[in-house]
């Protein structure tokens, strides 16, 4: 008997999905676990999982539509069978059968591995359903043989929305870009310092500098579509301010005892640990000491968490994502600077799963690499904090001495969620965070 494949929620925040490409094709046959498309939700362009039996006998959705959750995107069944009033029920609920698509057969089912349309919206994780391997992991195979060649599809290059999106505004050829996304897709990475000459050329991938575009001034106003992603971060971050009351503390920090252990450290480590690892592992011990502030408002109680797990902030190219480094304060310094690592390259190369992106109890936001000297940052939900990280510069001070010296000072504000977090509890944190900071011995104590 035919049945409706619906559209369902493959990320937490989850209220609609574009389909970005399908893997079957009209007539395929369908087992339990085959991949049928390529969804692009709010956080996540995954791989759709099919838990039905069959054939294919219907694509409702093509590549480049939208669903909502619980709308039928496909019609599994028997071959042969009628399926016209499914059909007919799909249309009244106002899900049509799709337009054939560029690179679909006549009867509009998509080829098998089309890429996405360029005004889908670029996604900045990838979330692999159960039993199948994960995007990361073909990322990491991918990068292990080195870039694969742009593969493309009859007439289109695979590449990500964004990727394709910022091609366009640079005038890049995509089919000269080198692919390091799952199965040779283009993504945002590929892009960055790439300019034709150099493909054409065959050197090697231009620096930054070389890489950028600006932009020509066109004089007419553009509206911009608010994709789901943007949409959710508005959603959740509007939510945070206006029903956490917020405030700020914010203080100076000498970061010479910080720079000095990073810089032994690191002639031990076979891989240099950035300075967000050492963030993270200060922080850490800090909230170990304050557990009032790795806590979470639940309405007619505060929750202290038992595990002190800190996301940190990172610019996926289409809005921000925050990967978090669980159990941050049973780690060392090396073993959260992997991690940390292994995340951020899953986060810029849609491969991150939902628990990988999700609970933070803490987090970090450092815009110090631009510049910034200080700024407030918005809590995280569950967390009732977050750390705002500013850049370190070189400043006069008065040392103990009373003389006049130069030290590399970086400015910390903590904003706090007052229904969880006091202002003497708030500032005792900062003043630990600190300490710790500026004489690392203390966290042996």
Same mark, same amino acid.
């Given at each position: 008997?035919? !049945? ?27 087992? @339990? ?47 042969? &069978?009628?399926?016209? +009033? ?11 059968? *799709? ?7 006549? &009867? ?5 591995? @089309?890429?996405?349309?360029? /005004? ?13 391997? =994960?995007?990361? &992991?073909?990322?990491?195979?991918? $990068? ?77 106003? +553009? ?10 971060? $508005? ?32 002639? !031990? ?7 967000? *690892? ?36 990172? #610019? $996926? ?11 941050? @304060? ?8 992997? +991690? ?9 190369? #849609?491969?991150?799963?939902?628990? +990988? ?7 970090? =936001? ?6 910034? !000297? ?10 009732? @904090? ?12 008065? /040392?103990? #001495?009373? &003389? ?17 977090? #006091? ?11 600190? *300490? ?10």
């Amino acid at each position: 008997m035919a !049945e409706k494949v619906l559209m369902t929620a493959l990320s937490p925040t989850m209220d609609e999905g574009t389909i970005v490409s399908w893997s079957k094709s009209e007539g395929d046959t369908v087992a @339990a676990g085959d991949v049928l498309c390529e969804v692009e939700t709010d956080k996540a362009s995954m791989e759709y999982e099919s838990t039905q039996e069959g054939t294919l006998l219907k694509i409702v959705r093509g590549a480049g539509e939208t669903a909502n959750v619980g709308e039928v995107i496909a019609i599994i069944g028997e071959s042969g &069978e009628d399926i016209s +009033e499914l059909v007919a029920e799909a249309e009244r609920s106002g899900v049509g059968a *799709a337009p054939a698509k560029e690179g679909a057969s006549p &009867e509009g089912a998509p080829a098998s591995s @089309a890429g996405a349309p360029p /005004d889908a919206a670029e996604a900045d994780t990838q979330v692999p359903a159960a039993g199948q391997v =994960s995007a990361g &992991e073909q990322v990491s195979a991918a $990068a292990a043989s080195g870039a694969a060649p742009p593969v493309t599809d009859g007439k289109r290059v695979k590449a990500s929305p964004l990727a394709r999106k910022l091609a366009e505004q640079r005038g890049i050829d995509l089919r000269q870009v080198s692919g390091s996304g799952p199965g040779g897709r283009i993504v945002k990475d590929d892009l960055e310092g790439f300019t034709p000459a150099a493909a054409g050329a065959g050197t090697a991938p231009a620096g930054p500098a070389a890489g950028f575009s600006a932009a020509p001034v066109s004089g007419r106003d +553009e509206t911009v579509p608010v994709s789901r992603r943007r949409a959710v971060i $508005a959603k959740r971050l509007a939510e945070s301010k206006f029903s956490a009351p917020h405030f700020y503390l914010s203080l100076s920090v000498d970061m010479d005892a910080v720079t000095t252990a990073r810089e032994a450290l690191n002639r !031990e480590l076979p891989q240099k640990a950035g300075l967000n *690892a050492f963030l993270i592992k200060f922080a850490a011990e800090a909230l170990r000491r304050h557990p009032g502030v790795n806590a979470t408002w639940q309405g007619e109680s505060i929750l202290q968490h038992g595990s002190i797990d800190i996301g940190l902030a990172v #610019d $996926a190219g289409a809005g921000l994502i925050t990967p978090v480094v669980r159990n941050c @304060a049973n780690k060392g310094v090396a073993q959260i600077d992997a +991690e940390l690592k292994e995340l951020v390259e899953k986060a810029r190369n #849609d491969a991150l799963q939902p628990e +990988e992106y999700t609970g933070a109890t803490f987090t970090i =936001s450092n815009l110090g690499a631009f510049g910034i !000297e200080e700024f407030t940052a918005i809590i995280n939900p569950p967390g009732s @904090a977050i750390l705002a990280v500013g850049k370190t510069q070189k400043t006069v001070v008065v /040392d103990d #001495d009373e &003389e006049l010296v130069v030290r590399p000072i970086v400015k910390l504000t903590l904003s706090c969620d007052h229904r969880v977090i #006091d202002g003497a509890a708030g500032a005792r944190f900062l003043n630990d965070l600190k *300490a710790l900071m500026e004489q690392p011995y203390r966290a042996l104590f």
